[in-house]
């Protein structure tokens, strides 16, 4: 059944993306068509009624900055969360990053938690509590990647996990005393009023196929930027931005654009903790499995960074890997001859250990650099962390798309 699904996932992704020919996959992506008009017509009034006020938002006094996108997946979103976190961390602020745990499974016994007073919070109050900022309470199969990956990297932070972040919003409030709320792919969630709007917009894929879900990656159209705050331009590189800079400002005039890059900066072995330098992957043979959004971008990193990928292994976004399934994968790597294995980070969190490690497995870390507009940056953190310094960015924004 596994397998099945993820066949189907993979066709799925293929007719989205064009590559998948024939009648059915014609007559799939006009189907897909179809529903994406009606999915712009739910989108339409969704945000209508929560601008109107048809639609109430909670306001929980505190800080609560959203970073998402206006695509699915692949901008690099939680390098630059854990950025944002680490450094408000570093400055003082008392941070929670919310999540609400995609794929990441019901768990099986109710947390227990006692609140201040030593009395226990009732289930139906409690969000999965991935991290407190001191210890890791849940593994990746309960928190979702992302989640576990942020908090095994942020200590002091605390990393809850709920679809209802504002019922993860007031726990965190009464149990943590947190002052600042991250929303992880928060910028559709509505329901918690934004202090602020930090949207991703990869420079390799800015409007993902174009289209709208399903028959595109675009949760939102690009006219929805108009809503940022902060613009990050990920992925970018050395190339020159300004043509999709002139595209933003067309839905944007007002919103600060920061440039920024995801660059390597180590390997790690998924097992033992071993760090290597990257010049260690020049002229190595490996074998590469990841089951992200742009597996391409992955493998293309690799081969930049010197390494000769022979194998490679695909999976659909946030697939678990079966230890069958990696021991498989190892197999082929001995039979090639291998040097290692390479995997992302996201992946490395659900890596099953294969019972015998007969070629060494390493993940690629990935860090964000800003590249230009580290003014906008420190603007970003000051109005985060002095509120009440930088008013005339706060009433620009304020004034710029009146309700």
Known sequence: MKEWIQEIERWGADVIFGRAKGFRASLMR??????SGIFRIIIAIRLWRFRHGWQPQKHLGCQVIAIGNITVGGTGKTPVVELLARTLRDRGRRVAILSRGYKSQRLTHAQKWLSSSGRQVPSERMPKVVSTGNAVLLDSKYAGDEPFMLAKNLDGVAVLV????????RFGLEQFAIDTILLDDGMQYLKLAHSMDIVLV???SPFGTGALLPRGTLREPPK????????????????????????IRRSNRIAEIIECDHGPIYLENVFSGERLPLDHL?????GAISAIAVPEAFEGTLEKLGAKVVICRRFSDHYRFSKREVEKFMQRCVERDMNMILTTEKDAVRFPRPASI???????????????????????LDRICQPSAPRQQVMRNRHAYPA
């Open 30 to 35: 006009f189907l897909m068509l179809a529903l």
């Open 202 to 204: 990869d420079a390799n």
């Open 282 to 286: 020049t002229n190595k043979f490996v």
């Open 358 to 380: 007969d070629v060494p497995i390493y993940f690629l870390r990935i860090e964000v650099q800003i590249l230009r507009g580290h003014d906008a940056w420190e603007d970003l």
């Open 224 to 247: 929805s930027l108009r809503r940022a705050s902060y613009i990050l331009i990920t992925k970018c590189g050395k190339q020159n931005q300004s043509a999709l800079i002139e595209r």
């Open 162 to 169: 709920d679809k209802n972040r504002v019922k993860s919003a």
